[in-house]
């Protein structure tokens, strides 16, 4: 074969190449934003750039797999709704106080539910697998929660806080993962 004929076969490999890795990458980003939500264009915004962004994404996903995180019991279920309960009516009287309960409250729930409790970032990264249309409530009481620790939350503030604990508690009593998974499946 002459070499014209050499060049031309390395052309089309090349871009039959080309062409495949801009399919599976495009495959990867609807994949990735059908999972994720809000949280892939919070990545995107955060990384600045969507391939990092992605990497990130899929690095979370991967990680969740290797987690065992199963539902809670009944009985558990129910005792966390009543101490929820319980921080609610604490609110009118002492809301610092409830949201930093409700804090805790979320935490055992994710404890519980087998969730790693190594910092709140990786927390909430690991928690943005399952429910990425709750996470950024959870970053926001917790940045309230923090602020209220120096003193510099309104109430209105709190209140808003527990109206975001009060969204991931929900989904977190709810259920055990299965609903991420079978959207990621489907």
Known sequence: ?????????????????????????????????????????????????????????????????????????????????????A????????????VHEADALVLDVMRERGYPMENFEQRSADVSVDHPDVVQNYRAAHGISLANDQERASTEDLRQAMVHYRSLFEVLLRDGGQDARRAQEA
């Open 87 to 98: 921080t609610q009516e604490r609110f009118v009287d002492a809301p610092g106080q409830a």
């Open 1 to 85: 074969m002459p070499v014209w004929g050499w060049i031309a076969v390395a052309i089309v490999v090349l871009a039959l190449i080309g062409i495949g890795w801009a399919m599976w990458s495009r495959r990867r980003t609807h994949r990735l934003q059908g999972q994720f939500g809000p949280e892939y264009d919070r990545a995107i915004r955060e990384k600045g750039k969507r391939r990092d962004a992605e990497s990130e994404l899929a690095a979370r996903r991967k990680r969740r797999e290797g987690m065992d995180i199963r539902p809670l019991a009944p009985q558990s279920r129910e005792r966390y709704v009543v101490a929820w309960r």
